[in-house]
Every structure is written in structure tokens, then in C-alpha cells.
Nanobody, 123 residues
């Protein structure tokens, strides 16, 4: 049974930083591309970032490009989202997702999902 467990969310001031973690189990982590998505109240879930199976390639939504980075530690079955210069619009539930093979920004192509962690940004 595949499990993805996110952590690290919380309340943060605008302009601050936060790192989210996602620990995976029940899958061959090093063979899976991983992604981060988010869903704000009343909005659809949207792509944030993705990283390929080895960590050699990543890409980001335009809204977070230059502020967020993504990394992974295959020895720890963990993927991270490093959030810098956080903005009010970053308030959302953040989800970790995994899929075999290639990275993608398409939500529906991910096979595995975590339960999410809330990030709330205050002014």
C-alpha cells in the first residue's frame, strides 16, 4: 500500500520561508517522479513543482518560479518543497504526489497522493 505523508505546513508571515516534506512508503521511490500541488479554498488543485526520479530535473509553475525549489533524497524516500519569499497567494493545502516514469504538471497523471498539509500566509 502506497503512502505519502506530508509535513511542515503551518502559519508563516509573508516574505518568510517554509520547507514541506513528503515521506513515501510502499513504492520504489527512486523510480517515481514526484510533484507538489496545492489547492486554495474555492479553487481547483494546481501544479506547483515536479522533480524527476533522480533529482536531476525539475520545473515549476510560473507563480512560484524563482521563489520555490524542489529536492529529493532517495535514500530517505523523501521529497521537499522549499518555499521562499512566501506570498499571501501561496495560502493553500499542499499535496505531494507520485507517478512512475516522467515528471509532469498534469494533475490527473499522478498515481499516488498524500493527504495534504495546510500552509497559511499572514500579512
Amino acid at each position: 500500500q502506497v503512502q505519502l505523508v506530508e509535513s511542515g505546513g503551518g502559519l508563516v508571515q509573508a516574505g518568510g520561508s517554509l520547507t514541506l516534506s513528503c515521506v513515501a512508503s510502499g513504492l520504489t521511490f527512486s523510480k517515481n517522479a514526484m510533484g507538489w500541488f496545492r489547492q486554495a479554498p474555492g479553487k481547483e488543485r494546481e501544479f506547483v513543482a515536479t522533480i524527476n526520479y533522480s533529482g536531476s530535473s525539475s520545473y515549476f509553475a510560473d507563480s512560484v518560479e524563482g521563489r520555490f525549489t524542489i529536492s529529493r533524497d532517495n535514500a530517505k524516500n523523501t521529497v521537499y518543497l522549499h518555499m521562499n519569499n512566501i506570498e499571501l497567494e501561496d495560502t493553500a493545502v499542499y499535496y505531494c504526489a507520485g507517478r512512475r516514469y516522467m515528471s509532469t504538471s498534469t494533475t490527473s497523471l499522478y498515481d499516488y497522493w498524500g493527504q495534504g498539509t495546510q500552509v497559511t500566509v499572514s500579512s
